[in-house]
Each structure stands twice: as structure tokens, then as C-alpha cells.
């Protein structure tokens, strides 16, 4: 755990370095101190002080929510449908949010007063009430099934998610050729629209998820046992696991509203730390925070520098760089296992 | 200490218990006996408080059970299924911690103590730091057993504890069938309840203190096994006759015919 946060403090300087105008380590140290009134013997420019502060801050600290939030929706996620495999993407927050804003930026032109609006913040607020309504859709369909059982929420998440595909398909058909490029780098995900404001939402949503998670600790180790044992352990089960949607539809719709679609995050991180460390949440839910945002900000420095002075799309990153090592870990783990 | 008084259970319009009534006894082993479809698994369900009766009451002592408050039911009754194999390899040991999930405030040296002292009861102390994906399945059992004697520490010490186990040795062979049995039947007689829903009737005879005989969602026979395994009642309750052999050290066997073919009673709606 000391380790994974050193190494998340080290992706975050180096995220905050790293750029068009190179900032040394030391600069970035004497900044942050300027900035808290500490003076260091480290000289730098107004320039340098600007880019970080303004530029460069607020996307990493954007990058370390979003890994956070998408790590522990994951983490949620495979306590609630008791499968190391499951994605928060699984019950419709991602490509809800994704119908949304496609039909925003595809549709928004033809609604004065919505395009009189700052985009900025009309964009994300469609898209995270698109993510909220879909998973709303699944749930309420899964529970018309009788009680809410994960079965069902499996199986209509499923359906709407290949629903919301559709619609999107739709949405590209009668796009112009401005707008499906709109459409398409919203869906590759960026961090390049982070500012202060953003990232004062995404740690509204990140840190109280986090904090509740941690809480509840124990309860998601019961769940995993099955929904009658942690019942018998005297888990509230029904309110435990709409809270567990309710959580991850929040943190993981804001993440998905202000970055677009970001893969693979959800998944290899829980699973990488599972490996690592078992699968006792109390560890896991603090160390898939750390590991997730520290990914994300590592990918999104990929994403900014491989290519410079092009920006690759960061979900492009995040997939091109996980599935294969994802898949390379899995192989070598089933392989010990099969020896063993 | 638990009655179910004229309970009924209606699922996907079905009857699956029929106004029965059943005492079960303070302490010992009770074994719920049955046909498949007979009602057994909905016992346990009104039992450990998973169901509630559509019709009539489960009592603990004087307090109906739907109105227990679930924390407390938590900390005075447990379950242990039959399987439980899932794709996260827990440390055995905090499996066995999850027990103590209902008993908050308390020190964690003190879990750790009462989760120790279970593994030790049931004979796994040395795979507490093991993962529970290595164990085999009557140990993996046993495990699960050490979590429900956690969970139910203070309770037993009280005197007030209801263990239910639920088809508990349906994957185990022989041996491992019979050691699990035999640590269900220790227990049963060092203060707690124990009330096992089983198929094997060997073994039933062999721990059971109290025998209820179910047949068609209602209660065919309560009473020793001496009483309720006669090859009457037995070939009633699974519509094939069933002859009762006894040895000279007085064991009872079962053995069903064969011929003619059973003919399986259709369960009415």
C-alpha cells in the first residue's frame, strides 16, 4: 500500500513535468510550495507556475479522480454481481452516458436555447443524466423481474447496453462530418477537458464513494460468499446492493460525463490487486483507488507525449496498452494455477 | 425454543408448507427428513429467518422471528449450505472472520482469538493463513463451519444459539460425510442447537436426537429415530417401500426396493 502511493505521488509529479513546456521535478516541488507561501531554493517562471497551475494540475489531479472512480466502481461492481470479471460499463452508466452525448452533440445544434448554453458544462451534465437514466432503465427492468437479483440486472444490462449501441449508430447515420468526429473523440475519452471546476466535481463524487466503500468494507466480503450467507450475517442485502449501483452510477457517470468512455480500467485494476493481495476488500478498495488513479495518469501522460504534439485519445491508451497485459497475466496466472 | 406455529409457504402459487407445526427441541440435533419437494429447504428458510411465513408464525422463544432484529438474529443463529464455491480465493482464516461481521465494538484481537479458537475446533488451525481455493471440499466445509461457530461464540456460551446446516455434506464422500456429522453432533451437545436438513437416512439415525419426517409441505412424524424410521412411515414419506434392517449393535439400514418401480407422487398445486 506505501508502495502503490508512492508510486501514484511519483506518476503525479512526473504528469505534472512532463508537457509541451518541460517543468524540472524541483520546479514542479517549488510551485506547489510557492503556491502554500513555502519558499525553496528552486528558481522558475511565471510561465512554468501558469502551465501547472492552470494547465497541468487540474488534468492530473482530473486523471487520478477518474482512475480512482472507475477502479472502484469495478470494485463494486464485482462484489455486487460476485464475479471478478464484472465492469461497472455492465449496467449501463457508460453507454448510457455515451447515447446522451452523442444525441447532444449530434442534436444540441437544433435547440437554441441549449446551444446558447456553455458546452462545457451542458455536454457532461447530458451525458451523466443519460449514464443515471440508463442504469435506472436496467435496474427498474430487472426488478420488474421480482426482487433485484443480479441475474436479471446481467441480463437487462445486456440488452440496454446493446440498445444504447444502437441508438448511438443511429445518432452517427444523420451526423455530419463535424459532428462524427465530435462523437468519435468523445468516445476515445480525454482528459483534456479538465479544469478546477471539473475536478472539484469529480472529487465530490470520487471521495465520498471511496470513503462509503471503505466503510462497508466487511460487508462486501460477505457478499461475496452470496446474497443469502451475508444475509445471515446480518447484511442488509436489498439496501446494500442498491447502494452499490446508486455509488457506482454516481462516481462512475460523473468520470464517464467529463472524460468519455474510458475502458479496461474498471476491470484489470481490481483484478490486478486481487492477484497481488487477495481479494479482502479492506485492502482492495484503498489500493484499487491508488492503482487506478495512478494508471490513469500514467496513460494519460502517454496519451500526451508518445504522439506529441498529437494527443492520442486516452481510452485508446488505456485499451491498447491493458488488454494485452491484462491478457498476459491472465494466461500466466492460470497456468501457476493449473500447476499447482 | 423455535416453534412454527400453522406456517404456510405459497411460492409461484404452489403450497410448499402446509399449515405445520413443529417444536423444535432446545437442544440436540434435529434432522428435517423428506422427499424431495417435501418442504425441507423452506424450514430452514423460515427457520433462519430468509422467508417469512405467508401464513402463521415462527417464534424464538416469546418473540416472533420476522419482528427479531436482524443484527441480533445475526448473532444468534447461523448457516452453513451445502456448497459454497465462489472465484475469490479468501485467506481461510478471514473466512472465518466474517462471523464476527454481526459483533461490532469489540476489540480485533478478539476476533482474531474467537476465529482461531473455531478453526482449532474444527481441526484446520494449521490452514488459517491457506487459501481457501487450495482446501478440498470437506475442508472447505469445515471452514465454513468455523465462520458459523464465530458467528455464534457468545450465543453458545449463552446457551441460545441455533446452528442450521442445510444438506451440509452433499459433496462430501463417506468419510468426510461422517467427520463433518460428528463435529455437528459434538457441538449439539456442548449447549447449541443444531438443526441439519439431510438425505442420507443412515446418517441421520446415527446423530439425530429428533427426527421430523416431512411429506407434502406438511409434518408426517416428529420423535426419535427410533420412532419416525419405521419402514412405514418412511415408505409413505418417499412413496417407495423401505424395509429397516437392525445389527446386533442395534444400528438401524434402510434399504428401498426396487421392484415394483416407485411410483413418484406428483405433487399437487
Given at each position: 500500500?506505501?508502495?502503490?502511493?508512492?508510486?501514484?505521488?511519483?506518476?503525479?509529479?512526473?504528469?505534472l513535468?512532463v508537457?509541451?513546456?518541460?517543468?524540472?521535478?524541483s520546479?514542479?516541488?517549488?510551485?506547489l510550495?510557492?503556491?502554500l507561501?513555502?519558499?525553496?531554493?528552486?528558481?522558475?517562471?511565471e510561465?512554468?507556475a501558469?502551465?501547472?497551475?492552470?494547465?497541468?494540475?487540474?488534468?492530473?489531479?482530473?486523471?487520478?479522480?477518474?482512475?480512482?472512480?472507475?477502479?472502484?466502481?469495478?470494485?463494486l461492481?464485482?462484489?455486487?454481481?460476485?464475479?471478478?470479471?464484472?465492469?461497472?460499463?455492465?449496467?449501463?452508466v457508460?453507454?448510457?452516458?455515451?447515447?446522451a452525448?452523442?444525441?447532444?452533440?449530434?442534436?444540441?445544434?437544433?435547440?437554441?436555447?441549449?446551444?446558447?448554453l456553455?458546452?462545457?458544462?451542458?455536454?457532461?451534465?447530458?451525458?451523466?443524466?443519460?449514464?443515471?437514466?440508463?442504469?435506472?432503465?436496467?435496474?427498474?427492468?430487472?426488478?420488474?423481474?421480482?426482487?433485484?437479483?443480479?441475474?436479471?440486472?446481467?441480463?437487462?444490462?445486456?440488452?440496454?447496453?446493446?440498445?444504447?449501441?444502437?441508438?448511438i449508430?443511429l445518432l452517427?447515420?444523420?451526423?455530419?462530418?463535424?459532428?462524427?468526429?465530435?462523437?468519435?473523440?468523445?468516445?476515445?475519452?480525454?482528459?483534456?477537458?479538465?479544469?478546477w471546476?471539473?475536478?472539484?466535481?469529480?472529487?465530490?463524487?470520487?471521495?465520498?464513494?471511496?470513503?462509503?466503500?471503505?466503510?462497508?468494507?466487511?460487508?462486501?466480503?460477505?457478499?461475496?460468499?452470496?446474497?443469502?450467507?451475508?444475509?445471515?450475517?446480518?447484511?442488509?442485502?436489498?439496501a446494500?446492493?442498491?447502494?452499490?449501483?446508486?455509488?457506482?452510477?454516481?462516481?462512475?457517470?460523473?468520470?464517464?460525463?467529463?472524460?468519455?468512455?474510458?475502458?479496461?480500467?474498471g476491470?484489470?485494476?481490481?483484478?490486478?490487486?486481487?492477484?497481488?493481495?487477495?481479494?479482502?476488500?479492506r485492502?482492495?478498495?484503498?489500493?484499487?483507488?491508488?492503482?487506478?488513479?495512478?494508471?490513469?495518469?500514467?496513460?494519460?501522460?502517454?496519451?500526451?507525449?508518445?504522439?506529441?504534439?498529437?494527443?492520442?485519445?486516452?481510452?485508446?491508451?488505456?485499451?491498447?496498452?491493458g488488454?494485452?497485459?491484462?491478457l498476459?497475466?491472465?494466461?500466466?496466472?492460470r497456468?501457476?494455477?493449473a500447476?499447482? | 425454543?423455535?416453534?412454527?406455529?400453522?406456517?404456510?409457504?405459497?411460492?409461484?402459487?404452489?403450497?410448499?408448507?402446509?399449515?405445520?407445526?413443529?417444536?423444535?427441541?432446545?437442544?440436540?440435533?434435529?434432522?428435517?427428513?423428506g422427499a424431495?419437494?417435501?418442504?425441507?429447504?423452506?424450514?430452514v428458510?423460515?427457520?433462519?429467518?430468509?422467508w417469512?411465513p405467508?401464513?402463521?408464525e415462527?417464534?424464538?422463544?416469546?418473540?416472533?422471528?420476522?419482528?427479531?432484529?436482524?443484527?441480533?438474529?445475526?448473532?444468534r443463529?447461523?448457516?452453513?449450505?451445502?456448497?459454497?464455491h465462489?472465484?475469490?480465493?479468501?485467506?481461510?482464516?478471514?473466512?472465518?472472520?466474517?462471523?464476527?461481521?454481526p459483533?461490532?465494538?469489540?476489540?480485533?484481537?478478539?476476533?482474531?482469538?474467537?476465529?482461531?479458537?473455531?478453526?482449532?475446533?474444527?481441526?484446520?488451525?494449521d490452514?488459517?493463513?491457506?487459501?481457501?481455493?487450495?482446501?478440498?471440499?470437506?475442508?472447505?466445509?469445515?471452514v465454513?463451519l468455523a465462520?458459523?461457530?464465530?458467528?455464534?461464540?457468545?450465543?453458545?456460551?449463552?446457551?441460545?444459539?441455533l446452528l442450521?446446516?442445510d444438506?451440509?455434506?452433499?459433496?462430501?464422500d463417506?468419510?468426510?460425510q461422517?467427520?463433518?456429522?460428528?463435529?455437528?453432533?459434538?457441538?449439539?451437545?456442548?449447549g447449541?442447537?443444531?438443526?441439519?436438513?439431510?438425505?442420507?437416512?443412515?446418517?441421520?439415525?446415527?446423530?439425530a436426537?429428533?427426527?421430523?419426517?416431512?411429506?407434502?409441505?406438511?409434518?408426517?412424524?416428529y420423535?426419535?429415530?427410533?420412532?419416525?424410521?419405521?419402514p412405514a412411515?418412511?415408505?409413505?414419506?418417499?412413496?417407495c417401500?423401505?424395509?429397516?434392517?437392525?445389527?446386533?449393535?442395534?444400528?438401524?439400514?434402510?434399504?428401498?426396493?426396487?421392484?415394483p418401480?416407485p411410483?413418484?407422487?406428483?405433487?399437487?398445486?
Amino acid at each position: 500500500m506505501p508502495l502503490l502511493a508512492m508510486a501514484l505521488l511519483g506518476v503525479m509529479v512526473a504528469g505534472l513535468s512532463v508537457g509541451a513546456v518541460a517543468i524540472p521535478p524541483s520546479g514542479v516541488v517549488a510551485i506547489l510550495a510557492g503556491e502554500l507561501g513555502v519558499s525553496t531554493p528552486w528558481i522558475y517562471s511565471e510561465r512554468e507556475a501558469l502551465v501547472l497551475l492552470q494547465l497541468r494540475a487540474p488534468r492530473v489531479l482530473a486523471g487520478v479522480l477518474t482512475g480512482a472512480a472507475l477502479a472502484l466502481g469495478g470494485v463494486l461492481m464485482q462484489a455486487l454481481f460476485r464475479n471478478p470479471l464484472a465492469d461497472p460499463a455492465l449496467i449501463g452508466v457508460s453507454s448510457g452516458a455515451a447515447m446522451a452525448a452523442s444525441g447532444f452533440m449530434v442534436l444540441g445544434t437544433t435547440v437554441p436555447w441549449l446551444s446558447a448554453l456553455p458546452s462545457v458544462w451542458t455536454l457532461p451534465a447530458a451525458a451523466f443524466l443519460g449514464g443515471l437514466t440508463v442504469t435506472l432503465v436496467v435496474t427498474r427492468i430487472a426488478r420488474m423481474m421480482g426482487e433485484t437479483r443480479v441475474e436479471h440486472l446481467l441480463l437487462a444490462g445486456i440488452a440496454v447496453n446493446a440498445l444504447a449501441g444502437a441508438v448511438i449508430g443511429l445518432l452517427m447515420l444523420i451526423a455530419n462530418d463535424a459532428q462524427l468526429r465530435e462523437v468519435a473523440f468523445w468516445s476515445f475519452g480525454s482528459l483534456g477537458r479538465a479544469d478546477w471546476p471539473v475536478v472539484g466535481v469529480l472529487a465530490l463524487t470520487a471521495l465520498p464513494m471511496l470513503v462509503i466503500s471503505l466503510s462497508i468494507h466487511a460487508r462486501l466480503n460477505a457478499l461475496l460468499l452470496g446474497e443469502s450467507e451475508a444475509a445471515f450475517l446480518g447484511v442488509p442485502v436489498e439496501a446494500l446492493k442498491r447502494g452499490l449501483l446508486a455509488f457506482t452510477c454516481i462516481a462512475v457517470g460523473a468520470a464517464v460525463a467529463f472524460t468519455g468512455l474510458i475502458g479496461f480500467i474498471g476491470l484489470v485494476v481490481p483484478h490486478l490487486i486481487r492477484l497481488i493481495a487477495g481479494p479482502d476488500h479492506r485492502g482492495l478498495i484503498p489500493a484499487s483507488a491508488l492503482l487506478g488513479g495512478a494508471l490513469l495518469t500514467l496513460a494519460d501522460l502517454f496519451a500526451r507525449t508518445a504522439a506529441a504534439p498529437v494527443e492520442l485519445p486516452i481510452g485508446l491508451v488505456t485499451a491498447l496498452l491493458g488488454a494485452p497485459f491484462f491478457l498476459v497475466l491472465l494466461v500466466r496466472d492460470r497456468r501457476a494455477e493449473a500447476i499447482r | 425454543m423455535i416453534r412454527l406455529e400453522h406456517v404456510s409457504v405459497v411460492r409461484s402459487g404452489r403450497r410448499i408448507l402446509n399449515s405445520l407445526d413443529l417444536t423444535l427441541a432446545d437442544g440436540g440435533v434435529t434432522v428435517v427428513l423428506g422427499a424431495n419437494g417435501a418442504g425441507k429447504s423452506s424450514i430452514v428458510r423460515l427457520i433462519s429467518g430468509e422467508w417469512r411465513p405467508d401464513e402463521g408464525e415462527v417464534w424464538w422463544g416469546n418473540t416472533r422471528l420476522s419482528r427479531m432484529p436482524r443484527m441480533e438474529l445475526a448473532r444468534r443463529r447461523a448457516v452453513v449450505s451445502q456448497h459454497h464455491h465462489h472465484g475469490f480465493a479468501f485467506r481461510v482464516l478471514d473466512l472465518v472472520l466474517l462471523g464476527r461481521l454481526p459483533h461490532t465494538g469489540q476489540p480485533e484481537h478478539d476476533h482474531l482469538a474467537i476465529a482461531g479458537a473455531a478453526l482449532e475446533h474444527v481441526g484446520l488451525a494449521d490452514f488459517a493463513d491457506r487459501s481457501i481455493n487450495t482446501l478440498s471440499g470437506g475442508e472447505r466445509q469445515r471452514v465454513h463451519l468455523a465462520r458459523a461457530l464465530a458467528q455464534l461464540h457468545e450465543a453458545r456460551a449463552e446457551g441460545r444459539g441455533l446452528l442450521v446446516l442445510d444438506e451440509p455434506t452433499a459433496h462430501l464422500d463417506l468419510a468426510r460425510q461422517h467427520h463433518f456429522l460428528q463435529l455437528a453432533h459434538d457441538l449439539a451437545h456442548e449447549g447449541l442447537a443444531v438443526v441439519v436438513v439431510l438425505h442420507d437416512l443412515h446418517a441421520a439415525a446415527d446423530i439425530a436426537d429428533h427426527i421430523a419426517l416431512l411429506r407434502g409441505g406438511r409434518l408426517l412424524a416428529y420423535g426419535s429415530a427410533e420412532h419416525v424410521l419405521t419402514p412405514a412411515l418412511l415408505s409413505d414419506a418417499y412413496t417407495c417401500r423401505i424395509e429397516r434392517v437392525r445389527d446386533d449393535a442395534g444400528r438401524l439400514f434402510f434399504i428401498p426396493h426396487r421392484h415394483p418401480q416407485p411410483a413418484l407422487e406428483r405433487i399437487q398445486p
